[in-house]
């Protein structure tokens, strides 16, 4: 019993390791003394309003900003809809996968606020977020893990970025290799990001939700690497520069509680804080 316990100790201690440069670093990140260092909105800046909704997008537009960040979802129909949640549960006032509904009933649903009291706004479709963002902002797409329930969500989101004459300022990133290696094979001009929360210490590991090799070669194709930002050493932020890739960090609420690294990208609710 005690070797097991220790096992588990010495586990996760090495787990722990993986975000304690995080934990130790320096707080108090000055976006100016970052040159080019992105700003991003995420869930178009849901600290400022309900989370991937059109008013809130808007609200994340009005500030310094550099991009606003967004989740879709395919319906049953085949809609593309902005949403970060497979099921309506949380952030309506109906029940259901998002993936069995067609967008005539999802439509009939009201976004809820914090306090679960209906407020007339709709989960919006990614063709509204187009014609809202139109180039004005840069917008990061975010495909979530889907274990391909949403089959040809990638052909239809490359068909639409160009339709909307978009690819100049649309970037896409999911946890999901499969999802980025499907649109690097359908369009390879599509500026892809990699998420994931961590790099093993010592090994070449990640962890993205699953345990992946860590192999620049392997991801030659993408142009950054997006952590969770406890889990993002100078060491790591330097050795992706040196190898051509850049370095965002999700999620924080503000320059005060931000490690001071030399990331490309910080992706916040609270764009706002930054001004």
């Known amino acids: 019993m005690l070797v097991i316990l220790l096992v588990v100790a010495v586990v996760l201690v090495y787990l722990f390791s993986a975000i304690a440069p995080g934990l130790v670093a320096k707080r108090g990140f000055d976006i100016d003394g970052h040159n080019g260092c992105l700003l991003v909105a995420h869930r178009g800046g849901a ?5 991937n909704t059109l008013d809130c997008i808007a609200r994340g537009m009005e500030t310094r900003a ?4 967004i989740d879709i979802h395919l319906t049953k129909d085949g809609h593309i809809v902005v949403c970060h949640d497979q099921s309506v549960d949380r952030m309506t006032d109906g029940e259901g996968l998002i993936r069995d509904m ?12 914090a306090d679960d009291n209906p407020t007339g706004y709709r989960i919006p479709t990614l063709e509204e977020v187009l014609d809202l963002v139109d180039g004005h902002k840069k917008l990061l797409i975010e ?41 690097h094979a359908i369009d390879p001009d599509i500026r892809l990001e990699k998420l994931l929360f961590c790099k093993l210490p010592l090994l070449p ?35 992706l520069h040196r190898n051509g890739r850049e370095v965002k960090v999700w999620t924080l ?9 030399p ?5 916040s609710d609270r764009p706002d804080l930054f001004d």
């Not at 600290?47 to 989370?51: D, F, P, R």
């Not at 067609?102 to 606020?113: F, G, K, M, P, S």
């Not at 962890?207 to 991801?219: A, C, E, K, M, V």
């Open 47 to 51: 600290g400022l309003g309900i989370e």
């Open 66 to 69: 550099d991009m606003i960040e």
């Open 102 to 113: 067609t967008l005539a009933e999802l439509r009939r649903l009201n976004v809820v606020d």
């Open 143 to 183: 495909i979530k893990r889907t274990g391909g329930i949403y089959a040809g969500i990638e052909a239809q989101l490359v068909e639409m970025l160009h339709d909307h004459d978009a690819l100049g300022w649309c970037v896409v990133q999911s946890f999901n290799d499969s999802v980025l290696d499907n649109i």
């Open 205 to 239: 590991v990640i962890f993205d939700g699953t345990f992946q090799r860590y192999d620049l070669q392997r991801y030659s194709y993408i142009k950054s690497f997006n952590f969770y930002y406890l889990a993002a050493s100078d060491g790591l932020i330097d050795e």
């Open 253 to 261: 609420q503000g320059p005060d509680s931000t490690p001071d690294l």
């Open 263 to 267: 990331y490309d990208g910080v992706i």
